[in-house]
């Protein structure tokens, strides 16, 4: 199983290349709020940047917490979302641990799925995709890299 983790985030010059990226190529939109990796600022220019991605919990808190059964661990960490079912209810941004759940208003929630499309558009090789085994706990492996 891979998951997307962000090991060098300190080259990061957020330029939101990862997110426009998986918003277009993903999720069919031109918005990084539609993106299911996001870049912000750890605090101001000086201090860098991080990225807001799921981070492969599991068990997957914002799964547990779905009342309608819209979000599903996925095997090896993280969850699948079957967005047919979402009611929008918020539950799943509130579970989760880290804020890396968007919903918007409008449409649909947007959370990673680990398809590591956003990796190849970063200029700086600041993320990666990395093979972790199912029987490891696929937060502890992501933790070490996310910023």
């Known amino acids: 199983m891979k998951i997307l983790t962000a090991p060098r985030m300190e080259r990061c010059i957020g330029c939101h290349s990862c997110s426009l990226a998986c918003a277009r190529l993903v999720?069919?939109?031109?918005?990084?709020?539609?993106?299911?990796?996001?870049?912000?600022?750890?605090?101001?220019?000086?201090?860098?940047?991080?990225?807001?991605?799921?981070?492969?919990?599991q068990p997957a808190p914002c799964a547990s917490a779905c009342p309608t059964g819209a979000y599903s661990q996925r095997k090896g960490g993280g969850v699948v979302v079957k967005k047919s079912l979402c009611i929008r209810c918020g539950e799943c941004a509130r579970a989760c641990p880290v804020?890396?759940?968007?919903?918007?208003?409008?449409?649909?929630p947007y959370v990673c799925i680990h398809c590591g499309r956003c990796v190849a558009f970063c200029p700086h090789d600041c993320l990666e995709l990395r093979e972790v085994g199912a029987e490891s706990g696929a937060a502890g492996e992501v933790r070490e890299g996310a910023s």
């Open 99 to 108: 804020d890396a759940i968007y919903l918007d208003p409008a449409s649909e």
């Open 27 to 57: 999720h069919k939109n031109l918005s990084w709020d539609t993106a299911g990796i996001r870049i912000s600022s750890s605090g101001g220019l000086s201090t860098g940047f991080e990225a807001r991605t799921c981070l492969a919990c």
